[in-house]
């Protein structure tokens, strides 16, 4: 008996290889894992736009905004801020996310705000200050196309399906000279976020080529300018391709 139950199964066993795939495996296995992936960076994007409220006069009993250029770790900035539970293993590749303070009576956003280090009183709360929130992380491999390095149309999917506000919210690319002079390029970035919906949001200067002082790595060093060694080989900490949440702080 037990001989004809081993036989049985190992018949259904051979048999499954000729079965067809579902028509919606990707929707049942892939999509959920892209998701899983971009869900992570939003969640955090999202409980540093709650610490940055927190830290505003409304909330902090203070004239001034009690918030700095920095980084902000999910470990200790953020943990009050993010569901129980959240892990973030920068080490392994996962988000950063960094405020940036930048001088709005500077068009293309290149230049930071002096005084950026005094303790004392935040540049954040000076009024030509222009404040960003920027998560970001290299998009695995995985999710990219072989041929292009571009994200692979399910990850544009999920993007699209988590990011409700997406407008915000896509991978990292520099503009070719066309895309440079667009109007839409409001600071003449030499980068801007793209996704399926979006051709072109240009990201400030500064975060492209700048670095924050006392940050391991700014966006510059794992997204931007600063990915690449003198002969242009990427750094063991750079990412071909970025994923990117940038809200500006009103």
């Not at 009576?105 to 960003?132: F, H, K």
């Not at 390095?149 to 409700?164: C, D, T, W």
């Not at 919210?169 to 440079?180: C, K, R, V």
């Not at 966006?219 to 080989?233: A, L, V, Y």
């Amino acid at each position: 008996m037990y001989i004809w139950v081993v036989l049985a199964t190992f018949i259904v066993a051979l048999y499954s290889f000729n079965l067809s795939h579902r028509a919606d495996m990707k929707e049942m296995l892939t999509l959920p894992q892209a998701e899983a992936v971009i869900g992570k960076m939003i969640t955090q994007q999202r409980g540093a736009k709650k610490y940055v409220e927190g830290h505003s006069p409304q909330y902090n009993g203070q004239d001034v905004v009690s918030y700095f250029p920095g980084e902000l770790t999910p470990e200790v900035d953020l943990k009050n801020y993010l569901p129980y539970g959240f892990i973030n293993n920068r080490e392994q590749g996962d988000y950063r996310t960094l405020i940036y303070c930048l001088d709005k009576n500077d068009a293309t956003r290149a230049t930071q705000l002096p005084g950026c280090g005094n303790n004392m009183v935040s540049c954040c709360s000076d009024p030509n200050s222009a404040n960003y929130i920027v998560t970001f992380g290299c998009i695995p491999r995985k999710w990219r196309n072989v041929r292009t390095g571009k994200p692979r149309p399910e990850f544009y999917k999920a993007l699209h399906r988590i990011a409700v506000d997406g407008t915000e919210t896509g991978y990292a690319e520099y503009l070719d000279e066309e895309e440079f002079s667009d109007s839409r390029n409001v600071h003449n970035s030499k980068m801007a976020i793209r996704a399926r919906n979006i051709n072109l949001i240009s990201i400030p200067q500064f975060i492209v080529e700048g670095k924050l002082a006392g940050v391991e790595y700014s966006f510059s060093d794992i997204c931007g300018d600063n990915r690449k060694d003198e002969d242009g080989q990427m750094l063991s900490y750079g990412c071909d391709k970025c994923l990117v949440y940038i809200s500006p702080v009103y």
